[in-house]
């Protein structure tokens, strides 16, 4: 008898499943900030969705989330802001702003946060 080439054959199913976790945090500039300022603003000073105040900002899952700040409603690039996770004294919203900019008393900043948890389910049949 010749030789001949063995090989499984299988049929498999991958189901990928993306659950986000969306979380805003409101704030209201209680003072105008000048350009070429930087300002720290405090975890313990934000509203969350249901108008209570926050006692911690959540941490961001690394290569699963993404964070955005908004100034009067525009998101800010990247450089604008920092985002520090954790509960009051530890956690907070540097916002560096720039040369030509200000942000006036009242202004409303908000931060989202984006956690992704992906589930990955895979079924395989044997077949020949």
Known sequence: MGLKIIKPVFEAESKITLSPS???????LEQSIPEETMVKIDVAKFLDDTGTAVESFPSLKLNNSYLNVYINGVVQ??????YTAGENGIGNLLITVPE???????????????????THNTSSDETE
């Open 22 to 28: 969306v979380t805003h945090f409101f704030y209201e």
């Open 77 to 82: 690039m990247e450089d604008n802001f920092a």
């Open 100 to 118: 030509g900019s200000d942000i006036v008393k009242g202004t409303p900043i908000i931060i989202e946060v984006i956690n992704f948890d992906p």
